[in-house]
């Protein structure tokens, strides 16, 4: 069983900073595909980032030279690293896992089993 558990989530102006993290448990990590999924109030989660083994890393476009996502692997922490912050960013950020995760799918949703409760990110304009 995998357990998640983010933290991180703040308040700040658009043009700020943020560092995600997510604490990973219960599975071997380096085989382990990891995401970052976004979900604002009336919207569908989405995917915003993606990372097996701290490498094959997948963006959105949305935050495309913005946002970096990266592994410690002796910690088994997951980081979101958010610079030039937009109001547009604002939701509840979660982590995602599952053991295998076929490329076109890294952003999906459904290709996760593991979640998460989430971390609030809140960028004021």
């Known amino acids: 069983q995998v357990q998640l558990a983010e933290s991180g989530g703040g308040s700040v102006r658009a043009g700020g900073s943020l560092r995600l993290s997510c604490a990973a448990s219960g599975a071997p990590y380096k085989s382990v595909c990891m995401a970052w999924f976004r979900q604002a109030p009336g919207k569908e989660r989405e995917g915003v980032a993606s990372?097996?083994?701290?490498?094959?890393?997948i963006y959105a476009d949305s935050v495309k030279g913005r946002f970096t996502i990266s592994q410690d692997k002796e910690k088994n922490t997951l980081s979101l690293q958010m610079n030039s912050l937009r109001p547009e960013d604002a939701a509840m950020y979660y982590c995602a896992a599952d053991f295998w995760v076929p490329f076109s799918a890294r952003l999906r949703q459904t290709a996760y089993l593991y979640w998460g409760q989430g971390t609030q990110v809140t960028v004021s304009s």
């Open positions: 990372t097996v083994s701290d490498e094959r890393l």
